[in-house]
């Protein structure tokens, strides 16, 4: 499939898309601009062009409770002032989603646009991220530390933001080949490529995520394709002895990253984690209905439990204040309370039930695992995250969000061979 950008298509639009992906990841302050940019231009067109149709929107309608709920219970919040911003502000990141899908992502061939480029971005990362393993500094001169890459980026985000970046490639890929038995094996052996390339990251919770998305992949593989399903299997095997072989003969990967995920999975009651995860708990008690505030987390956990936030107490202290719980589903409870949980669920419900319904199941199962996927890595509830209120993951997650609800809406008819 030829890419095939539309005439009427202004070109600072489309190099706004080729720019998109790597505006979105490349850091905070990128991300934040572009994507409120994005989100004010779409209020303003809304109200100049009288276009409210995505206010009958299911996942829109809970969005908006959600967030009406936090400004108006900031008023109960230890900080009020710093609450009611802090909500009102998150706005921004649904807005953008909202423009992607109304706004820019609006035909296949700006969906195609966007993937392809965030194909090309994720070959420099992985590359770069590459470099970086093999002579301990990327091309801009980051280097590696306590096991973890971080490619071009000047944290060690490189393993989250890859992931997310992957989905999109994929799909580029994926549009691009016939969906032909040949080209189903190649695109399973790619998926386990990257999955190698995850566990060279040294982000094993990334490498986790990105394993399940093959294991899901596999499966609906396994149901499409009758012909491939002992060909799968091999492949399978074959991918699970090579991961089996890094990690045993990589005396790194072996001692620094498989052996203490082991332990930690095993003594989990007595981790950073698990310390953590009990201080939202309590936080949590505080304000069971209606929580602390949007992104007061820090603050009141310190100003109510009184625990250090310093991680070098953890010996000594019951619990640790960090800037959020590492948990979404944590981090929502005890901002927000139970009855924002509620309303936080029902809109991922709604996201979900969007992507995977019987018309587009029937449409192109393989396409629709995809779109699932790049949401369920995002918000599995039983694992440690990134903050979903936090500017550099917001950006990366709304944006996955808005892609995956645009490419559902222009999912094409597949024949698969």
């Known amino acids: 499939m030829n890419l095939e950008i539309k005439k ?14 790597i505006l979105a990841f490349l850091s905070k302050s990128s991300s934040d601009i572009t994507l409120s940019f994005m989100g004010l231009f779409f209020v303003f067109y809304s109200i100049k062009h009288q276009q409210y149709q995505w206010l009958a929107w299911p996942w829109v309608k809970a969005m908006l409770a959600f967030i009406t709920l936090a400004m108006l219970s900031s008023v109960f919040s230890p900080f009020p002032q710093a609450a009611f911003t802090q909500s009102f502000i998150y706005l921004r990141w649904p807005l953008a989603a909202l423009a992607l899908v ?9 969906l195609r646009l966007f993937e392809k480029s965030a194909l090309l971005f994720l070959v420099f990362i992985v590359a770069d991220t590459v470099l970086q393993i093999i002579i301990g500094q990327d091309i ?15 944290k060690r985000l490189v393993g989250v933001y890859s992931l997310k970046l992957f989905f999109f490639a994929f ?11 040949k080209n189903i094996i190649l695109l399973t052996l790619l998926i386990l490529v990257f999955n190698i390339f995850l566990l060279m990251t040294g982000e094993r919770m990334v490498f986790i995520f990105g ?29 699970l002895s090579a991961f089996s072989g890094i990690v045993i003969f990589n005396h790194e ?5 498989f052996m203490p995920f082991v332990e930690a999975m095993k003594n989990f009651s007595s981790t950073t984690y698990a310390d953590i995860f009990r201080s939202a708990f309590e936080l949590w008690q505080l304000s069971p209905w209606i929580g602390v505030g949007t992104r007061m987390y820090h603050d009141a956990c310190v100003l109510k439990l009184g625990y250090p936030t310093d991680e070098a107490y953890f010996q000594t202290v019951d619990g640790i204040c960090q800037h959020h719980p590492h948990n979404i589903y944590l981090e929502v409870l005890a901002q927000n309370g139970l009855l924002g949980l509620g309303l936080f669920l029902t809109m991922l419900f709604f996201i979900f039930k969007t992507i995977v319904n019987k018309t587009l199941l029937q449409r192109d199962f393989l396409m629709v695992t995809v779109l699932f996927s790049s949401l369920l890595v995002i918000f599995w509830p039983l694992t440690s995250s990134m903050s979903i209120f936090s500017n550099n993951y917001s950006g990366a997650v709304w944006l996955t969000i808005g892609w995956a609800l645009a490419r559902a809406k222009y999912l094409p008819q597949v024949n698969h061979t």
């Open 8 to 21: 009427q298509d202004n070109p600072s639009l489309i190099i706004f898309i080729c720019l998109l992906p």
């Open 253 to 257: 990967i072996f001692v620094n990253r």
């Open 102 to 110: 109304c706004l820019v992502l609006t035909t296949p061939e700006r």
């Open 171 to 181: 799909t580029s890929i994926y549009f691009s080949m016939t969906k032909n038995p």
């Open 140 to 154: 801009l001169g980051h280097q590696s530390g306590n096991g973890r890459m971080t490619g071009p980026f000047s």
């Open 211 to 239: 394993f399940l998305f093959f294991c899901l992949w596999f499966a609906a593989v396994f149901v499409t394709y009758k012909n491939l399903r002992k060909k799968i299997v091999i492949l399978l095997t074959a991918g």
